[in-house]
């Protein structure tokens, strides 16, 4: 929850926004004071909390909230202020992204149905006149959506993205369209990294599986993957049970986490995974 002195100073700078006579004006008045949001110390006090906060919602640590990837350093509109001026200045239409995404992929690309409710794709251009009725997005917003809702993690395809079974038109198309945006698919560091993830996540879980299983502390050496953790001087059970929960923090805040979440899912049809979370079920809520 924002202070108040961040929300009074979030209402203060939209309603210079919204005073503008016309949308131009709006998005122009957006456009400016956005670039000197900070200018005055009510400003960097209210943003500095406002990054504070997003950096608490992000999926992974201080991960990117399309990518998982990078980074996320860039206050992010989800609606693009060049379309949604409005919005410019409210809480909820922040995510944290990274200068790839924000800059190089998203920028202000945007959709929504229109009509709202409808299945109908208007792909917001310059060709497009403003102000826009609808605000039904169609991009999927990860901060109240869980995206695999509507995507799936292909692993026989290296890690790529694909749009979940029995999904209907109209989530079809938000599926298709967060993916081609972000291009997801199509840049070759975003799958290498998520490729790479699958075996961290397998190889942590893996670890995790074989210190729950040992008896003593020569087992527990043997177990780890970096032995002198353990202390041969030290209670075997205290410290079994701190490297449980190490590799389980480890897990659970790895870049990625749509790739363990899948794995969650999918590990059934997999048996290699199968077999650990059988050993682990507890790993199935994590």
Known sequence: MLSTATQTELARQQKVVDNEPTFAAQVAKAQTRWKSKES???????????KQQLRA???????CSYCEYSEGEDIEHIYPKSWFPQRTFV?????????????????????????????????????VAGPVGSTDAVLLNPLVENPLDWLIIDF??????????????????RADYTI?????????????????????FIGLLREYVEVKLTTTLAQLAAAVNEPH???????????????????????????????WQELQRQQLTMP????????APEALIW
């Not at 924000?102 to 208007?122: D, E, I, M, Q, Y």
Request: charged residues 20%; glycine residues 4%; contains cysteine.
């Open 156 to 173: 026989q395809a290296g890690c790529a993205f694909a749009q979940a079974s029995q999904l209907s038109t109209r989530d079809q198309k």
């Open 57 to 63: 919602l992000t999926i992974s640590t201080q991960a």
């Open 229 to 259: 953790v353990v202390d041969l001087n030290q209670p075997f059970r205290g410290q079994r049970a701190r490297i449980m929960a190490s590799l389980r923090r480890a897990i659970r805040t790895h870049p990625h986490p749509a790739v």
């Open 91 to 127: 809480w909820d239409n922040y995510l944290l992204a990274c200068k790839t995404c924000n800059t190089s992929f998203k920028r202000n690309g945007f959709a929504v149905f229109n009509p709202a409710g409808s299945s109908h794709v208007l792909h917001l251009t310059p060709q």
């Open 180 to 200: 081609e945006l972000l291009q997801l698919n199509f840049r070759a560091e975003l799958s290498k990294a998520r490729r790479i993830a699958h075996r961290h």
């Open 40 to 50: 005055g110390q009510s400003g960097k006090h209210a943003f500095a909390e406002i």
């Open 272 to 279: 290699q995974a199968a077999k650990l979370f059988q050993d």
